[in-house]
């Protein structure tokens, strides 16, 4: 079962996150990401990121600039695996924040734990 | 005293209110609310909610489609009570984001710790 | 080594701070700050401000009347020091919500773990 110690690494590992992608510290990266960590874009109809460098390739560009992650619910699914729902806010230059929600896995590593695999949605209310 | 672990599960539990609320999930809502659950609405000089489904009703036409919970202060009471302050951002499709404090009441159940209480209040700097 | 305890301390002073500069609520300050706290302005080419009182007055006639904090990062800098990263929404009478980075060094003290020194910046998407 995972322990709160897990969860506690699970959690700052999101934290984490936020500072690398925002800062681009990059060098940072390994603290975060495993090393077949996939974005999932499926839910906007866009090829899916492989790996940090398609990430921050992709993310060169980007209008959100700062990301902030609350509401992390970590269901365990096995031993070495979890799965993560988190909520994050996003501040873009094109407009007001955004609201969306990440599903991530996340896998145990001899590093500890790290993100395997996120998928990103945005709330619109429009859509709702 | 409380532990660790009742802090962080009391956490969480405040994690996964965002995610039933904002996903209409009323099937996790027995990982949120006790059976008596009250929400207490006198701050807005409406009468109180009682139970997951007044929420659930009250909640069909709700403007604000997003809730993102931070800044989580847990104070025990006895062994089995606990008193918690946190602050959620909310966004709602009449608007800007809005920040808000919520007073809740946790108690200590068979099936772990859940919400009994909740009084919302949104800060408005006008009235500041 | 920091204990996941003395992390979960970090974070909830992070969290008590917010309400504490929010709510006014200075006779909670001592469970917030050290007595020798600087809030350090040299970012934005401000004096520093030294101590609860200082800020206490400094924030007298502030605009950001809500703090919010996420993505809390704690790194160990000897057993009773750890560096603390952070991000914090502010929601301003001014304006839309801002999006900002706290840098915190945090001591161990005979009553727990305390503020010592934050550095506040905010994320302006103009010069990123």
Do not use: C
């Amino acid at each position: 079962m995972l322990t709160r110690s897990d969860r506690a690494e699970i959690e700052e590992v999101i934290a984490i996150y936020g500072h690398v992608v925002d800062d681009n510290a990059w060098d940072r990266a390994h603290l975060v990401f495993t090393d077949d960590f996939v974005f999932d874009f499926s839910e906007f109809g866009r090829p899916n990121l492989n790996g940090v460098i398609e990430l921050q390739s992709a993310l060169r560009n980007r209008k959100v600039y700062s990301h902030h992650s609350t509401n992390i619910f970590i269901q365990e699914v096995d031993e070495d695996t979890a799965r993560v729902r988190s909520k994050f806010i996003g501040f873009s230059n094109e407009g007001p924040p955004i609201s969306g929600d990440y599903r991530d896995v996340f896998v145990r590593t001899p590093a500890g734990w790290r993100l395997s695999r996120r998928r990103s949605s945005v709330r619109d209310p429009r859509f709702d």
